[in-house]
DNA sequence: GGCTATTTGTTCAGCCATTGAATTATTTGC
DNA sequence: GCAAATAATTCAATGGCTGAACAAATAGCC
């Protein structure tokens, strides 16, 4: 029942190409197999001569090229495939974690062409040095690519935090940041993208909204609404409608760690009380599994939790049942919120989501009005432990599919 | 940060047309005092002449009338303003609950141009036996309205339940309703509308969205994403997110009745466990205050409730403060998940909203998380009770508004 | 009271992108 | 080797926007 929404501004002549542009690279994107021009025209309702012209400035542009393999059809003459270009413009992914900071590079097809993981507590590091050493990474991802033949056109940050929509980090509370103001410690270093018109020179945003985005754009393709949960030490989650990132108000929206599932239960450090970080957080879990809360490094806490839950361990079974079904109650609220058929569970709890998922299931089978209609899946993530700084490189990217007009603007 | 959607089909020529219509008819209905064309021409980017071009296509189509009170602004020529027609299009709205049925007429520009109440007990009516009733009532609001001038272009219709996307009502359990084919039923009555190309003849919604959207579209015009909370026997919310909206995947989102607000509480008739609605339903909070659960008819519940509260009585006071203090952790849900910066308590709440935000608002500044940066707004509808049938009439109106081409095409 | 500055709205030639039909290109099947 | 079939391009026609010039109507000023 969504109205088609119109461009934001005036429709002039020339946003007849650049929506057309838009239409046709985006269906290129989207096929499974490589169209002809003449599937684009059934496919999109242009004619076949519109989509020709089309094409051949996509094709001037190295946003697309012709696949070599023709698509075999039957008699007549020939069709030539069209695949999104391997080469040409790619989008820079940049994370700091509360571990280790990544930076990768993904072109237009959505694959990773370049990944640099450098560990590290990043805690008592001061920002300014985290981003410092982030550029250099970045610099030498940047001369990789070239070498590949892509060029850098906008970079995307992911922070595990609150930011603001100036791209100022005013609050991670495990990172130990506050009002760090991201783009302008940025800007006193080279630029290593090339701007382009439409595509903004850096974004920041959550890693929970990223790592959604990353799912969302991952093949094989998905469902188009989904909520992915990020369980790391906090719990964060991006919730994704109708193929769109749904950031709120202020863009603090997945805050899902602090709903409450226990309304008189354990304190929260964010003020509240039975928040359901306090149950299903890394920290409650590890706690709850009897694993002293030694110096435990954050990312073999998860890898630990299964190896014990593999091996039948009592105590680390009841721990993920009980944060199981905490999550349940959580994710219970959002699919009668929301309407969502398609959970996904990312971060750690996608190498626990075996023992996570039953009494996650058992949990919304219980609450959910509409159940017995419409079954919820919940699955793991296909993504690795990276899946923010991998989204939010290929958000870069799906950018210039969605706004191929100021690429083309710049190359001609 | 959210990208400009290109419209989903093709753009072809006269697409270019129709998207300026709706631009220039949008800024003209969105505008606060009535717009010149030179005013349009700076607000959208499009040139005078283009302007002049769309408004003489707007006035031929009699979508806009030239305001008498010409706007003075100074020197040079003066100006014509341009308003929304008050003849011409309009929307039915129809509304089906458990105690009454509505009919009413909106115009363009939001004004309800006619409306009919017929109170009744719907429990024990057949569902064809009450939507043939319905028929009657929009009947003689066809003619009323043609009598104004008015030509209804499509019917809306609010039920209290679950309806699925082809209209059908799935559950709808305070009215006894499951699996009544709607649009089945009412098409074995003559059409009493005038089908345009674009607009559904008719549209079946939940109460809560249509209650929802005329909230959105009432008057002065408040913020485009907010909750709207519909608080009758049942407890529904209607979602908008950027001006639109939010339907979920199945159009079956906002219900917030049965958020856990106690995971291990009181069985609710769901099959769920301490859901919301049997803390701040209707049901609940006249049992909480010691109400006798006479044969006290649903829309004098509030009233005496109120009445009460009014005069200092404890039970009825510590009734509402405890449903509130329920609802505030059901919304503190939300706005972590969603970021809103605004609730709005409609239907039961209404009268009851100077007694239920203390509670509200004081869960929500413990519970959220952004609650520091982002403050949060509670405030009562200014709909009355009636208001899906309204914001149904108006969901029409708007659609006209928003696609204006289909109507004009039918005129010329 | 008449002149000027100012702003609104319209007219018109030029231009850009899409259209639709005709044309060319290239293969399969008989 | 020829007909059928499918893909892609060419080209005159068309619709709608642009930009600049022009007409209309008022306030302010001497």
């Known amino acids: ?15 007849l190409r650049e929506l057309n542009l838009a239409l046709v690279l985006g269906r290129i994107a989207a096929a499974h197999r490589p169209p002809s021009r003449a599937d684009l025209a059934t496919a999109t309702g242009l004619t076949r001569a519109t989509v020709s012209a089309v094409v051949e400035d996509l094709l001037a542009g190295r946003l697309v090229s012709e696949s070599d393999p023709a698509p ?3 008699a007549g003459r020939p069709a030539r495939g069209l695949v999104l270009a391997d080469q040409g413009p790619a989008g820079l992914g940049l994370e700091v974690n509360v571990d280790y900071l990544t930076v990768c590079v993904v072109d237009l097809t959505g694959q990773v062409r370049h990944r640099t993981v450098h560990r590290a507590d990043l805690r008592p590091v001061a920002p300014a040095d985290a981003l410092a050493k982030l550029v250099e990474m970045a610099g030498a991802a940047r001369d990789d690519a070239a070498g590949q033949g892509l060029t850098l056109v906008g970079a995307a940050l992911a922070v ?29 270093h080279p630029p290593l993208i090339e701007q382009v018109p439409g595509i903004p020179a850096l974004v920041v945003d959550n890693e929970a909204n990223f790592a959604a985005l990353g799912e969302l754009h991952s093949r094989p393709p998905g469902p188009s609404s989904f909520l992915h949960i990020s369980g790391e030490v906090g719990i964060g989650a991006g919730i994704v409608l109708d193929g769109a990132l749904f950031r709120g108000v202020r863009g603090w929206s997945g805050e899902i760690g602090h709903l409450p599932v226990h309304p008189e239960g354990r304190p929260c450090r964010c003020g509240g009380q039975g928040c359901l970080e306090q149950y299903a957080g890394q920290e409650a879990i590890v706690a709850a599994a009897g694993l002293a809360q030694a110096e435990l490094p954050a990312d073999t806490a998860t890898a630990r939790l299964a190896e014990l839950a593999e091996a039948g361990d009592a105590d680390a079974l009841r721990a993920l049942h009980d944060a199981g079904t905490a999550l349940g109650v959580a994710v219970a609220s959002v699919v009668n919120l929301l309407d969502l058929d398609t959970v996904v569970l990312g971060g750690g709890y996608a190498a626990l989501a075996p023992w996570l998922c039953p009494p996650l299931l058992a949990e919304i089978a219980g609450r959910v009005l509409t159940a017995a209609w419409s079954p919820v899946t919940v699955r793991p993530s296909t993504l690795g432990a990276e899946a923010a700084a991998v989204g939010a490189a290929g958000s870069v990217a799906r950018r210039i599919v969605a706004q191929p007009a100021g690429w083309l603007a710049r190359s001609a």
Do not use: C, I, K, Y
């Not at 029942?1 to 946003?15: D, E, F, K, N, Y």
């Open 72 to 74: 075999r059809s039957g």
């Open 1 to 15: 029942m969504s109205l088609t929404h119109a461009p934001a501004g005036a429709v002039r002549q020339g946003s």
């Open 160 to 188: 595990p935090g609150l930011v603001d929509d100036t791209g100022v980090v005013r609050l991670a509370p495990n990172l130990g940041w506050r009002d760090v103001p991201v783009p302008a410690l940025l800007a006193e």
